[in-house]
């Protein structure tokens, strides 16, 4: 098992830049994958971005089309931690977003809301 726990969401204007932190209740590298998902007002959960943890010398990265170039998804193996570095925000930003890891099954944390004003 893993618990999830995310920080550093909050209102920022269009254009602007966030970073979302997520800790990790063990060690990343026993852990297949990570990464970020979105839910909107109304819409169903989406993906954002995860990259595989457990090679750092063949790290898989996967971006959802509509934050490729703006969004960077990291890990920091030592704090036992992730990150998504989002610059270029936009209102359709807008979604509370959680950390996901998938140890066998898939592990959530509790979510971060994340707002974009126009």
């Known amino acids: 098992q893993v618990q999830l726990v995310e920080s550093g969401g909050g209102l920022v204007q269009a254009g602007g830049s966030l970073r979302l932190a997520c800790s990790a209740s063990?060690?990343?590298?026993?852990?297949?994958?990570m990464g970020w998902y979105r839910q909107a007002p109304g819409k169903q959960r989406e993906l954002v971005a995860t990259?595989?943890?457990?090679?750092?010398?063949?790290?898989?990265?996967n971006y959802a089309d509509s934050v490729k170039g703006r969004f960077i998804i990291s890990k920091d193996n030592a704090k036992n931690m992730i990150y998504l570095q989002m610059n270029s925000l936009k209102p359709e930003d807008t979604a509370v977003y959680y950390c996901?890891?998938?140890?066998?099954?898939?592990?959530w944390g509790q979510g971060t809301q994340v707002t974009v004003s126009s």
């Open positions: 996901y890891g998938r140890l066998g099954n898939n592990y």
């Open positions: 063990r060690n990343i590298f026993s852990i297949n994958e």
């Open positions: 990259a595989t943890m457990s090679d750092n010398t063949d790290v898989r990265v």
